[in-house]
């Protein structure tokens, strides 16, 4: 069952955009993979985690920021007793937290290395 939302998610660069549950269905699935098959999530888990994050967006009256999302999806996976599958997804977070932040201070340090005028000396 695939649950119509009509409610927006604020992006990280606070763009909204459109809620797609298929989003939640690809990255827990990511993180499925990750684990030994006896741990496995089963496609009816996933799903449910999905629709049910699709029925808490649907009924906010604002916007829903993609953070509190992926929390929800922590919490679905937990709900489901996919402890390593979310062992797995909490550690995807923090990974691409922490490359979003090196970005972004690289483009901080260009950005002033770029604007920064060097005076010329002349003789």
Request: aromatic fraction near 4%.
């Amino acid at each position: 069952m695939s649950v119509e939302v009509k409610t927006n998610v604020i992006k990280r660069n606070g763009e909204e955009v459109h809620f797609n549950s298929q989003k939640i269905v690809n990255a827990v699935h990511k993180a499925n993979e990750e684990v030994d098959r006896l741990h496995q999530m089963n496609d009816y888990q996933i799903r449910a985690i999905a629709d049910n994050i699709a029925n808490k967006v649907q009924e906010s009256t604002h916007a829903v920021n993609v953070e509190d999302i992926q929390d929800m999806v922590e919490t679905g996976i937990m709900a489901m007793r996919g402890y390593e599958v979310a062992q797995k997804y909490v550690r995807y977070r923090y990974k691409r937290e922490l490359t979003r932040k090196s970005n972004t201070t690289d483009n901080g340090i260009s950005t002033k290395r770029s604007t920064r005028k060097i005076p010329i000396r002349t003789r």
